[in-house]
């Protein structure tokens, strides 16, 4: 193995803050909320704002290991559980990409009962008493790896009452300080009609525009690394979770953070991402990280399924056709 994992098996948590900055020019587009707009607060430093939330980075962490082209994961990534559905033999959504995972209602509450079924007959043993943790964990590990490292909670009733719940182990979210709101705006032209009925999309239409300045911007980046060991999994599926994780978020550094049309950030530094606990900790390169999450994926094989689950199809057993893309971690 060629990460160094030592320092992280005996640390509680991997603590990084990334400065950013815009591509181009000062100004930027937090994320909005229904109802208040962009989330500014009051700090000792002055006014900081929410630029992209827990729960979106959340999907951005899983994004970088998706391949929109084949409607399947990454070549680093191949081999690790998660549960693809198919509508009329067709892709149609997976766990990787679904808000909450393993509880997704098209999984769940579709048409095809037979994942919901083996799924409460794998968590059985739980459904009265208090909950244990680690069969939890080997399940989730079984049918969704991802879950152990996002989150999840299995709100039906059926599987023990819905107490079945994990929280995340990676999260971020992107903050701004010393904020200044850079007011603008526009009017959409309407050349041929100018004075037509704007509700039905003629006319010229004047609009307001919010951004905004700041003095810093910063991705911070949290590993729960005691939640994942006390999961109570074997070491190889640990380090796999761990390697995982780092492949997430190497590759999101490595990549594009371009989160809206007005919203396209870079790292201020090109160097080494240095964690700020452990101090020091320099995040490997994203491929020095792919090299290794193979070997994990290869040694945990046995505890992850490989099978398939279609809406109407029952869920089979055993290795799937590497061909098929409706498939649980081909």
Known sequence: MSV?????????????SVPLRPVQGQRFQPTGFPGLGAATF???????????????????LETVCWDEGRNGPVDAVNG???????????????TMLEAHRLNSPYLLEGANKSFAKQL???????????IDRRRLAEVLLK????????????????????????ARALSAFIEADGVSTAASGGVKNDHVNPQGDTKKGYGNVPFA????????????????????????????????????SLYKVAALLDGEL?????????????????ADKPRGWVLPAVGEIAGDLRGAIDAC????????????DKLSKGKADKSSDSAIGD
């Open 80 to 94: 690790v559980s998660h549960v693809t559905i198919t509508r009329s033999g067709k892709f149609f959504t997976d």
């Open 258 to 274: 371009r989160l809206r049309t007005a919203c396209d950030l870079v790292r201020v530094d090109d160097g080494p991402v240095r």
């Open 42 to 60: 009051q700090t000792r430093a002055g006014v900081s704002l929410l630029v992209e939330s827990a729960q979106s980075m959340a999907n951005r």
């Open 4 to 16: 160094d994992l030592g320092l992280l098996h005996t640390s509680s948590r991997l603590l990084f």
């Open 301 to 312: 094989g046995d505890l992850m399924c490989s099978a398939s689950h279609a809406y109407e």
């Open 143 to 166: 049918y969704d790896a991802g879950s152990l490292i996002h989150g999840v909670f299995l709100a039906k009733k059926e599987l023990a009452g819905g107490r079945l719940r994990v």
């Open 209 to 244: 525009r919010d951004e905004f300045t700041a003095e810093r911007i910063t991705l911070y980046i949290n590993l729960d690394l005691g939640l994942l060991r006390g999961y109570g999994l074997p070491k190889p599926a640990v380090t796999l979770l761990m390697l995982l």
């Open 120 to 130: 409460k007959a794998d968590l059985g043993e739980l459904g009265d008493g208090p």
